[in-house]
C-alpha cells in the first residue's frame, strides 16, 4: 500500500505512546485472555498492558530484548511472558482477537476463511 494523506490519516494512532501500543478496545479484547494473578505467592506487580505493550513495540521494531525502552517494564519479564505465552498459544490467540477486530473494523469478516 503507497502512502499518501488519506491513508496516513486513516491509519494514525494519536492516542498512543509508541505506534505499537494498544488502545482501550484493542486493550478490552486481549485483557480477558490473560490469566488472572494467582491467589498464592507474591501478587503481580507487572501492568499486562504495558508487557504485551512491550512484546508488540519488540515484534514491531525488531529491536533486541535488551533495547526495549525502559518505559516498559522490565526487558526479563517481557520475555518470560512472550516466551511463555508462546508455549501455551495464548499469544497466538490474542493476536487472532486483534486480528479480528481490525477486519471487523475495516467492514470485512472477523475471521479469515480456512485455505484447503
Not at 486481549?30 to 498464592?40: A, K
Not at 511463555?84 to 490474542?94: G, I, K, S
Request: net charge positive; aromatic share 10%; with cysteine.
Amino acid at each position: 500500500m503507497a502512502w499518501n494523506e488519506t491513508t496516513r490519516e486513516q491509519y494514525r494512532r494519536p492516542m498512543v505512546r509508541y505506534e505499537t501500543d494498544l488502545t482501550n478496545a484493542e486493550w478490552s479484547v486481549i485483557e480477558p485472555l490473560i490469566r488472572p494473578p494467582s491467589r498464592m505467592g507474591r501478587p503481580r506487580m507487572l501492568d499486562m498492558r504495558e508487557v504485551f505493550n512491550g512484546i508488540q513495540f519488540m515484534l514491531g521494531t525488531g529491536c533486541q530484548w535488551r533495547a526495549i525502552p525502559k518505559c516498559f517494564p522490565p526487558f526479563t519479564s517481557i520475555q518470560n511472558h512472550f516466551y511463555a505465552w508462546c508455549r501455551t498459544c495464548v499469544l497466538e490467540r490474542m493476536l487472532d482477537a486483534l486480528r479480528a477486530l481490525a477486519r471487523d473494523l475495516a467492514g470485512r469478516r472477523g475471521t479469515m476463511p480456512e485455505r484447503g
